[in-house]
């Protein structure tokens, strides 16, 4: 189909969703997925990158698991399938597969061969491991689940990337955040910011903790962060 792209690795195969600009070529942005898999959420954001001139890629990195996970927050049965995923989730696989999509990403005709990575909560989580173990040429990672188990990896971090925490966030408490934050600190690389009276997942369309306001800043920010590092000449 003309919005998927399949990805082969020494693993297997997966599919991701791509959004295509209207002007090519164009630098690229893998978007990585929550705990609900390449849901309508995470196309909406696609489409709206490629609305901003990007080559959006989104991988299903559940397919190990169950391929072609498509689910939402509204219901108590999505949401504990949704947290069974997570516990079964393999962050080195994850990380390996979001490799594959890069160099798929920037093989692509169309591509300028810049590209980033903006993820969600567990994609969150996994674009701060990538940043840390491979790098980007940008990666913006909103509310990362359980980043502060994972600051061993923060001097790997030689990647342009912005963080986005809620407040409130009732799955990274403000002890989580002052780790992240503290851990970070001293690259000037790294841009942290919080938003007060947000709750996790602020920026999801259509979500249960969606705020508007807070999430078009967090948006406008990341707009101006991914034009300046992979639009530039």
Not at 138 to 144: E, S
């Amino acid at each position: 189909m003309h919005n998927q792209l399949r990805i082969t690795t020494s693993d297997g195969a997966f599919i991701a969703y791509i959004a295509r600009p209207r002007v090519l070529p164009a630098p690229a942005v893998v978007v990585i997925h929550e705990v609900f898999g390449v849901n309508a959420d995470m196309r909406q954001s696609c489409d709206e990158l490629a609305a901003k001139g990007y080559l959006a890629i989104s991988p299903d990195l559940f397919w190990r698991q169950e391929p072609g996970v498509d689910m939402t927050d509204q219901t108590e049965v999505e949401r504990a399938k949704a947290l069974a995923l997570y516990n079964a989730f393999d962050l080195d696989a994850g990380v390996r597969d979001i490799v594959a999509t890069l160099e798929a990403a920037r093989a692509l005709p169309d591509a300028t061969g810049r590209v980033g990575v903006v993820g969600y909560c567990l994609g969150g989580l996994l674009t701060y491991l990538t940043a840390a173990r491979v790098g980007v040429d940008a990666a913006v990672a909103y509310y990362p689940g359980n980043a502060d188990k994972h600051l061993e990896e923060a001097g790997g971090v030689h990647s342009p990337m912005l963080i986005h925490l809620a407040q409130e966030d009732e799955y990274i408490p403000a002890e989580a955040q002052q780790k992240i934050t503290t851990a970070l600190q001293d690259l000037s690389q790294v841009q942290v910011y919080n938003y007060p009276g947000c709750h996790h997942a602020f920026a999801r369309h259509r979500g249960i903790s969606y705020d508007a306001e807070a999430a078009a800043l967090a948006n406008g920010r990341t707009d101006a962060f991914l034009a300046l590092y992979l639009k530039k000449s």
